[in-house]
């Protein structure tokens, strides 16, 4: 019933795109109005699956809900299942993540007010908006440089202030380390040891890990000098590049 009803919805929306192009200007504004409505259902939509999927916590709920995913995506992919719940290819052999595990991480690392969150792996832009909707401070690396500055267009355009760079994740960004939170939204193969440097004491990181047919949730959480792992799902993402910061 879940993928029939959300089936529905992004029929609809694709009728309403097919008939704005098909009137003038007027007319369309009110068919662009109409697929606004139909956008807000289907992330709705959604969110309910979201929710049948076992997300509980309300502030990444009311996050998913409120940041418009098909503002993040390339625009043929309005009417082509922008809030279906999987990934979807946005160029250079990169991938926005399905909204479940975009939730799933989010929930797991629990961001909060005003810490300060380094993402890496920025792709579309979508994460981070989300953890910017929970009011963290996120800092965002991505190395492929048409994202990057895609990512920073779009989320400029829908009014979040997160700082983006191009760059090498493996790095890090050790000039605003401390990070209470990591998240990291591509698979190394290895931990990243700088990565883990600059993880605050009491801070957590999440990532996908290993190769691509046999990867890994990975929960860490820093102790002092200790760090706990907890390991979660089989999950598949996209290999961590490797390559020179173009910032150094």
Same mark, same amino acid.
């Given at each position: 019933m879940k993928s029939k009803n959300l089936a529905l919805t992004l029929f609809s929306i694709a009728l309403l795109l097919f008939a704005a192009s098909l009137l003038p200007g007027s007319c369309a504004g009110q068919i662009i109005t109409l697929?606004?409505?139909?956008?807000?259902?289907?992330?709705?939509?959604?969110?309910?699956?979201?929710?049948?999927?076992?997300?509980?916590?309300?502030?990444?709920?009311?996050?998913? /809900?409120?940041?418009?995913?098909?503002?993040? %995506? #390339?625009?043929?992919?309005?009417? /082509?299942?922008?809030?279906?719940?999987?990934? %979807? #290819?946005?160029?250079?052999?990169?991938?926005?993540?399905?909204?479940?595990?975009?939730?799933?991480?989010?929930?797991?690392?629990?961001?909060?007010q005003g810490e300060k969150v380094l993402e890496i792996g920025t792709g579309s832009g979508y994460q981070a908006a989300v953890l910017a909707e929970l009011g963290a401070d996120v800092y965002s690396i991505e190395i492929v440089p048409e994202l990057a500055s895609h990512s920073i267009a779009a989320l400029a355009k829908e009014g979040y202030k997160c700082t983006v760079k191009w760059g090498d994740g493996y790095q890090g960004w050790p000039e605003h380390a401390p990070f209470s939170v990591i998240i990291v939204t591509c698979a190394p193969e290895e931990l990243p040891e700088k990565l883990v440097e600059q993880l605050a004491d009491g801070g957590r990181m999440i990532l996908p890990l290993g190769a691509s047919n046999n990867q890994r949730l990975i929960i860490l959480r820093k102790q002092g000098m200790s760090i706990v792992t907890e390991n979660d799902l089989p999950v598949r993402f996209v290999p961590m590049i490797k390559g020179e910061d173009p910032t150094q």
């Open positions: 697929e606004e409505t139909a956008m807000d259902e289907a992330r709705e939509t959604m969110v309910r699956v979201l929710i049948d999927y076992g997300v509980r916590d309300e502030k990444v709920l009311n996050a998913m /809900r409120k940041v418009k995913r098909h503002n993040f %995506l #390339p625009p043929n992919y309005l009417s /082509r299942g922008a809030y279906g719940d999987h990934p %979807l #290819p946005i160029g250079h052999g990169q991938t926005i993540s399905q909204p479940y595990i975009v939730a799933y991480m989010t929930e797991k690392i629990a961001p909060k």
